[in-house]
């Protein structure tokens, strides 16, 4: 099992900046890549920033050049830095882990709120 602790998140204007931050534990071997979804009020859950095992990254084009995916194998942290943030930012975020066999984990989530 591997557990997932987000942090990080809180109120902003647009323009700002926030760091999450994603703590893993547990069999944290066993993860190959990790990412961060994100769901708005009425909207489906989305893949906003991935990061496989030997580093490489992906985004979605909303959030392309204003955030940046990043992994500590160190610390077992992800972090998502958000610049430029906007008011359509405003969800709640979680942390993912794909786990041996293609099993997924989550966090809780951490709630982001930009205001305009």
């Known amino acids: 099992q591997v557990q997932l602790v987000e942090s990080g998140g809180g109120l902003v204007q647009a323009g700002g900046s926030l760091r999450l931050s994603c703590a893993a534990s547990?069999?944290?071997?066993?993860?190959?890549?990790m990412g961060w979804y994100r769901q708005a009020p009425g909207k489906q859950r989305e893949l906003v920033a991935g990061?496989?095992?030997?580093?490489?990254?992906n985004y979605v084009d909303s959030v392309k050049g204003r955030f940046t995916i990043s992994r500590d194998n160190a610390k077992n942290t992800v972090y998502l830095q958000m610049n430029s943030l906007k008011p359509e930012d405003t969800a709640v975020y979680y942390c993912?882990?794909?786990?041996?066999?293609?099993?997924?984990?989550w966090g809780r989530g951490t709630q982001v709120t930009v205001s305009s």
């Open positions: 993912a882990a794909e786990g041996r066999g293609g099993k997924g984990y």
């Open positions: 547990g069999s944290i071997f066993s993860i190959n890549a």
């Open positions: 990061i496989a095992s030997g580093g490489i990254t």
